[in-house]
């Protein structure tokens, strides 16, 4: 018996696209769900913060693992400076760029292979190449050949990410519907409005996938990008503490930019799924 | 329109054989033949969806077709599902939505429409594009004699409206009687036009 490649595990059927559960929770919930739904969430997070208090207090060294309230204290400290919005933005421009571009080449990369055969024989082992190739070489590289700049930073965080998205929306353009390619043939409906009306929301559930796991993977490699070779952002902040050994910096430049990973999710990636989604629902 | 069709073959199983169908502006034909015999692989070819065939084919620009299948855009509502792939103006689609019965329907999905319901928004789709050629695969299957009755007497009316040519494919002899089309059978295999 043959064992199953990893392409079996990622080839969903049209009908259930990966993200179909998530979308389908709102109506399911309905709005009694919404309130009683985060509370679990709330509930393990404080459990969390408990068991680290517990933790710092049994250490009894605040330098080697600091207390909530040590952090908090550090984190309210670098807010009120300033220095955390300056750094967090230069990080998150850098993880916006870097997003944009991966999505876009990477998107187009995985379409044009869905869609014909004969390029993806051509482009299949540059690209199983390109996704083991470690992030830490690719940025290495980019450094050495490029140069220490901005070009570079965000071009070795995009090529880290494009082939990752390539593979999703291949999975997902291979799974495009037929019948209805056929309906926009025979009224010749004009490319970019197949590419907006059928191909796009075929594709919804397979770009909120690469999207989402594109923004947690991009956020860590712009911070190892920035450790290396940047003179600012979140990532060139953990540098210099990390020479000082200060664990309570560190851990409050890591929480603030987790938290603004996790706002952006919230605010923009499922807001736009659940839009994507509306038309999955039963009321009119 | 014209198609000379020498063969078509499935993994070298011929299905169609040599035929000669030919529609002219205003006159309408119906393809009539038992379940498997080649009906939607002769529309496929006409509609240009088939292109591994061996012949000739000739077809005006404007073309339109009534699927097997309703074929509609899940994510799209009603209205926007006759108009993005017609270009249809606004007006002109809710009053076509109108005429099949599904006024008041066009902010609905598809999936919040019945069976029935699709396949009469696919026709108003198809008349909204105001084809030369109109290709129908079983339009009326599965919906009530009385509605079906009601959409054949619209479609007749459009066609003459429009001056437009039909192919039509069908199991019932009498669907073809009641638009005025020509009925041709498929049958033998490979299948052959008679
Ligand atoms: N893509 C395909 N690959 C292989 N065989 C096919 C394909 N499409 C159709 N066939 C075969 O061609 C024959 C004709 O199919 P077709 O769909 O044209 O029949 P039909 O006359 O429309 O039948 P029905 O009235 O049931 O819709 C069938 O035997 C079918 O198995
Ligand atoms: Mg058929």
Redesign the pocket.
């Given at each position: 018996m043959p064992p199953p490649g990893p392409r079996a595990v990622t080839l969903a059927p049209p009908s259930a696209p990966p993200s179909a559960p998530r979308g389908a929770q709102p109506h399911a919930g309905a709005r009694r769900g919404r309130v009683p739904g985060l509370v679990p969430g709330l509930v393990s997070l404080g459990a969390l913060l408990a068991l680290w208090a517990v933790a710092a207090a049994l250490t009894g060294n605040p330098r080697r693992l600091p207390g909530p309230w040590a952090v908090g204290h550090e984190l309210f400290a670098i807010a009120a400076s300033g220095e955390l919005w300056f750094h967090a933005g230069m990080t998150l421009f850098r993880v916006a760029l870097a997003f944009v571009a991966a999505m876009i080449l990477g998107g187009a990369l995985g379409l044009a292979m869905g869609r014909s055969p004969r390029l993806d024989r051509w482009l299949d082992p540059t690209l199983v190449i390109l996704l083991n190739i470690p992030a830490l070489v690719i940025i290495v590289l980019a450094y050495i050949w490029i140069g220490l700049n901005e070009t570079a930073a965000i071009l070795a965080v995009a090529l880290n990410k494009i082939p990752v998205v390539a593979v999703i929306l291949r999975e997902g353009t291979r799974a495009l519907r037929p019948d209805l390619d056929d309906m926009a043939r025979v009224f010749a409906m004009s490319g970019p409005a197949r590419l907006r009306h059928v191909v796009l929301p075929q594709l919804a559930p397979h770009l909120a996938a690469a999207a989402r796991t594109g923004v947690a993977l991009i956020w860590k490699i712009v911070l190892v990008v920035e450790f290396l070779g940047r003179s600012n952002g979140v990532g060139f902040k953990i540098h210099l503490l990390f020479s000082s050994f200060d664990v309570a910096g560190v851990l409050a430049w890591s929480l603030a930019f987790v938290a603004v990973m996790l706002a952006i999710d919230a605010g923009l990636l499922r807001p736009w799924e659940a839009r994507a989604n509306r038309w999955r629902q039963d009321a009119p | 329109m014209r198609l000379e069709l020498t063969s078509r073959s499935?993994?070298g199983r011929p299905?169609l054989g040599a035929l000669t169908l030919e529609v002219r502006r205003g006159q309408r034909v119906a393809i009539l033949?038992?379940?498997?015999?080649?009906?939607?692989?002769?529309l496929r070819i006409v509609a240009g969806l088939d292109r591994d065939f061996q012949g000739r084919r000739a077809v005006p620009e404007r073309l339109a077709a009534v699927f097997?299948e309703p074929t509609l855009l899940p994510w799209r509502r009603a209205l926007a599902n006759v108009t993005i792939p017609t270009g249809a103006d606004r007006a002109a689609a809710l009053a076509l939505m109108d005429q099949v019965g599904l006024a008041g329907k066009d902010r609905h999905f598809p999936r919040q429409l019945s069976l029935g319901q699709q396949r009469r928004l696919s026709l108003a789709r198809a008349f909204a594009a105001r084809p030369d050629l109109l290709l129908m695969?079983?339009p009326f299957a599965s919906l009530d004699a009385d509605t079906a009755g009601r959409m054949l007497d619209l479609t007749a009316a459009l066609l003459d409206a429009s001056g437009a040519g039909l192919i039509l494919?069908t199991?019932d002899p009498a669907e073809a009687a009641r638009l005025g089309a020509q009925p041709l059978t498929?049958s033998g295999t490979p299948a052959r036009l008679a």
């Amino acid at each position: 018996m043959p064992p199953p490649g990893p392409r079996a595990v990622t080839l969903a059927p049209p009908s259930a696209p990966p993200s179909a559960p998530r979308g389908a929770q709102p109506h399911a919930g309905a709005r009694r769900g919404r309130v009683p739904g985060l509370v679990p969430g709330l509930v393990s997070l404080g459990a969390l913060l408990a068991l680290w208090a517990v933790a710092a207090a049994l250490t009894g060294n605040p330098r080697r693992l600091p207390g909530p309230w040590a952090v908090g204290h550090e984190l309210f400290a670098i807010a009120a400076s300033g220095e955390l919005w300056f750094h967090a933005g230069m990080t998150l421009f850098r993880v916006a760029l870097a997003f944009v571009a991966a999505m876009i080449l990477g998107g187009a990369l995985g379409l044009a292979m869905g869609r014909s055969p004969r390029l993806d024989r051509w482009l299949d082992p540059t690209l199983v190449i390109l996704l083991n190739i470690p992030a830490l070489v690719i940025i290495v590289l980019a450094y050495i050949w490029i140069g220490l700049n901005e070009t570079a930073a965000i071009l070795a965080v995009a090529l880290n990410k494009i082939p990752v998205v390539a593979v999703i929306l291949r999975e997902g353009t291979r799974a495009l519907r037929p019948d209805l390619d056929d309906m926009a043939r025979v009224f010749a409906m004009s490319g970019p409005a197949r590419l907006r009306h059928v191909v796009l929301p075929q594709l919804a559930p397979h770009l909120a996938a690469a999207a989402r796991t594109g923004v947690a993977l991009i956020w860590k490699i712009v911070l190892v990008v920035e450790f290396l070779g940047r003179s600012n952002g979140v990532g060139f902040k953990i540098h210099l503490l990390f020479s000082s050994f200060d664990v309570a910096g560190v851990l409050a430049w890591s929480l603030a930019f987790v938290a603004v990973m996790l706002a952006i999710d919230a605010g923009l990636l499922r807001p736009w799924e659940a839009r994507a989604n509306r038309w999955r629902q039963d009321a009119p | 329109m014209r198609l000379e069709l020498t063969s078509r073959s499935f993994a070298g199983r011929p299905v169609l054989g040599a035929l000669t169908l030919e529609v002219r502006r205003g006159q309408r034909v119906a393809i009539l033949g038992p379940s498997g015999i080649g009906k939607s692989t002769l529309l496929r070819i006409v509609a240009g969806l088939d292109r591994d065939f061996q012949g000739r084919r000739a077809v005006p620009e404007r073309l339109a077709a009534v699927f097997q299948e309703p074929t509609l855009l899940p994510w799209r509502r009603a209205l926007a599902n006759v108009t993005i792939p017609t270009g249809a103006d606004r007006a002109a689609a809710l009053a076509l939505m109108d005429q099949v019965g599904l006024a008041g329907k066009d902010r609905h999905f598809p999936r919040q429409l019945s069976l029935g319901q699709q396949r009469r928004l696919s026709l108003a789709r198809a008349f909204a594009a105001r084809p030369d050629l109109l290709l129908m695969d079983e339009p009326f299957a599965s919906l009530d004699a009385d509605t079906a009755g009601r959409m054949l007497d619209l479609t007749a009316a459009l066609l003459d409206a429009s001056g437009a040519g039909l192919i039509l494919v069908t199991h019932d002899p009498a669907e073809a009687a009641r638009l005025g089309a020509q009925p041709l059978t498929l049958s033998g295999t490979p299948a052959r036009l008679a």
